[in-house]
């Protein structure tokens, strides 16, 4: 059984950072694959970022060039690195894992076997 615990959610002004960490309370080798997603008030969850145990990553269009997923498996850890935020990138941000992953596309919201409790991410504009 794994559990994912999300951190490092926060107020920040439009145009500043934020890392955001997902730690896992079992070995993340398991995982095949990690995702970030989010969901704002009054719209659906969506995709932000993912990332398989080979490192390979897919991002959503509205995030591309300014976040980064990152893994260090040592650490049991997915990371999800903010340049450049907005106001539009509020939201609760969570993190979800899957254990087998055999590649193509990131997986639909229901086949992911862990999800965290989410952390917020309010920006100011």
């Known amino acids: 059984q794994v559990q994912l615990e999300e951190s490092g959610g926060d107020l920040v002004q439009a145009g500043g950072s934020l890392r955001l960490s997902c730690a896992a309370s079992?070995?993340?080798?398991?995982?095949?694959?990690m995702g970030w997603y989010r969901q704002a008030p009054g719209k659906q969850r969506e995709l932000v970022a993912f990332?398989?145990?080979?490192?390979?990553?897919n991002y959503a269009d509205s995030v591309k060039g300014r976040f980064t997923i990152s893994r260090d498996n040592a650490k049991n850890t997915v990371y999800l690195q903010m340049n450049s935020l907005k106001p539009e990138d509020a939201a609760v941000y969570y993190c979800?894992?899957?254990?087998?992953?055999?590649?193509?596309?990131?997986?639909?919201?229901?086949?992911?076997?862990?999800w965290g409790q989410g952390t917020q991410v309010t920006v100011s504009s």
């Open positions: 979800a894992g899957k254990l087998s992953w055999i590649g193509g596309p990131p997986p639909s919201m229901s086949e992911y076997d862990y």
């Open positions: 079992g070995t993340i080798f398991s995982i095949g694959a």
């Open positions: 990332i398989t145990s080979a490192g390979s990553t």
